[in-house]
């Protein structure tokens, strides 16, 4: 069965800076989607970001870039000029047919 | 920009009543799905729909579970006889051609 984990039930950014959010992954199967959601204190869920198994580039929108490295199977979300508005939680998922949930990374931007 | 829409927003009810959750997925999306968040804790999968049937349910979605897609736009969640563990925000989700599923804003569930 995959698995997805996420080792920082918690993270703190200062404004404007850089942070980065880990996933690691656990799938035999070769062709699955990678996912990150946000969900701030409102409870929506946000797509972010996707990547392919098979995309040779790491997906990129906006503030948001995925390092994707297949053989280590992590799925890093790496948040780039933090706003006070990016504080939440963060969501990575897998799709196999259904997505299969982290138990998420709560962001903290501090002004 | 189409997105995903739920009713209602809240909703409380005494144990043992049957409720139903309803969702209007994006318009030319195939795929629907609906998951669940207990407070605090991860989503969870309870059952995906396609082509008018049901195409994959988790363990959490028993018998006292049903969905349904009575009209080619809504498409609903019944809980026939509800449990204070079924407190929880469900959420509707649905997805078209590419990989991506798009998430309602959820409806918040608690049973008494």
């Known amino acids: 069965a995959q698995k997805i984990t996420q080792t920082q039930p918690g993270m703190f950014v200062q404004e404007k800076e850089a942070v980065t959010l880990d996933c690691t992954y656990d799938?035999?199967?070769?062709?699955?989607?990678l996912f990150w959601y946000k969900q701030p204190s409102s409870g929506e869920m946000i797509f972010l970001i996707y990547?392919?198994?098979?995309?040779?580039q790491n997906a990129t929108e906006g503030r948001y870039s995925l390092n994707f490295q297949k053989a280590r199977k992590s799925a890093n979300l790496v948040i780039s000029a933090s706003q006070l508005g990016d504080s939440a939680m963060y969501f990575c998922?897998?799709?196999?047919?259904?997505?299969?949930f982290g138990a998420g990374t709560r962001l903290t931007v501090k002004p | 920009e189409p997105e995903v829409t739920q009713t209602p927003s809240h909703q409380v009810t005494q144990m043992g009543q049957e409720v139903i959750l309803r969702c209007v997925p994006i318009?030319?999306?195939?795929?629907f799905y609906w998951y669940r968040q207990i407070l605090g804790q991860k989503v969870e999968f309870l059952v995906s729909?396609?082509?008018?049937?049901?195409?994959?349910k988790s363990e959490i979605f028993d018998d006292q579970f049903s969905v349904e897609r009575p009209d080619g736009s809504n498409f609903t969640l019944k809980i026939r006889s509800t449990k204070l563990e079924d407190s929880a925000m469900y959420f509707c989700?649905?997805?078209?051609?590419?990989?991506?599923?798009?998430f309602g804003p959820g409806t918040r569930l608690l049973v008494l």
């Open positions: 998922a897998m799709r196999e047919g259904y997505m299969r």
């Open positions: 799938t035999s199967d070769p062709s699955y989607g």
């Open positions: 729909f396609y082509n008018n049937e049901i195409s994959e």
């Open positions: 989700a649905s997805q078209g051609e590419v990989e991506t599923q798009y």
């Open positions: 318009s030319n999306h195939l795929y």
């Open positions: 990547q392919g198994s098979y995309d040779q």
